[in-house]
T-cell receptor
Framework: KAGVTQTPRYLIKTRGQQVTLSCSPI?????VSWYQQTPGQGLQFLFE???????NKGNFPGRFSGRQFSNSRSEMNVSTLELGDSALYLC?????????????FGEGSRLTVL | GQQVMQIPQYQHVQEGEDFTTYCNSS?????IQWYKQRPGGHPVFLIQ?????EVKKQKRLTFQFGEAKKNSSLHITATQTTDVGTYFC???????????FGTGTLLAVQP
């Protein structure tokens, strides 16, 4: 069974631009969560989608948004990029939503904002 | 901000020494999960603890969930260089149980 796939793996943007990151979960998994990882802040929860509905949202500004498609693939978008948005963005899928299932993480998308 | 704290933030040990990381939550948790992230890698699930006072072992790793379900620990016996990485605990938060990660403990093992 293929794991969680994230694209692109690396990208460089400049301040003010926007970026879209993609995540394909493990086949059959309907829950997709996104996390931002930085050296200073650790793993910060962004949002979770389950069956195309956003079930949870972290404490991030409205510049961060996401969606999930009918095939469970998910995208997250960051608009008006700031230097502080430089981070590793991790996507994780689970077969359930809530606290009952382990998360399977992708390799991440490393975003550098110049 | 973080509501799940881990100590220590960093630990450097000689190969063969033991290692323990502690996870403390400000609120009671229904369960706790542990993950390991190797340098340059992504978090990988290790285990989930559900019951108060539960203890689980995986070879040289021992996981414990506190009686009050507000703290947990991971103990590694006789560390090896393959144990290098950051260990995270994670617990559900809020009405819809989003999984919040602890601050992590970075383990360095010197051969």
């Amino acid at each position: 069974k293929a794991g969680v796939t994230q694209t692109p793996r690396y990208l460089i943007k400049t301040r003010g631009q926007q970026v879209t990151l993609s995540c394909s979960p493990i086949s059959g998994h309907r829950s997709v969560s996104w996390y931002q990882q930085t050296p200073g802040q650790g793993l910060q929860f962004l949002f979770e989608y389950f069956s195309e509905t956003q079930r949870n949202k972290g404490n991030f500004p409205g510049r961060f948004s996401g969606r999930q498609f009918s095939n469970s693939r998910s995208e997250m978008n960051v608009s008006t990029l700031e230097l502080g948005d430089s981070a590793l963005y991790l996507c994780a899928s689970s077969s359930t939503s809530g606290d009952t299932g382990e998360l399977f993480f992708g390799e991440g998308s490393r975003l550098t904002v110049l | 901000g973080q509501q799940v704290m881990q100590i220590p933030q960093y630990q450097h040990v000689q190969e063969g020494e033991d290692f323990t990381t502690y996870c403390n939550s400000s609120t009671t948790l229904s369960n706790i999960q542990w993950y390991k992230q190797r340098p340059g890698g992504h978090p990988v699930f290790l285990i989930q603890l559900v019951k108060s006072g539960e203890v689980k072992k995986q070879k040289r790793l021992t996981f414990q969930f506190g009686e009050a379900k507000k703290n947990s620990s991971l103990h590694i016996t006789a560390t090896q260089t393959t144990d290098v990485g950051t260990y995270f605990c994670a617990g559900p938060r809020g009405a819809t149980n989003k999984l919040i990660f602890g601050t992590g403990t970075l383990l360095a093992v010197q051969p």
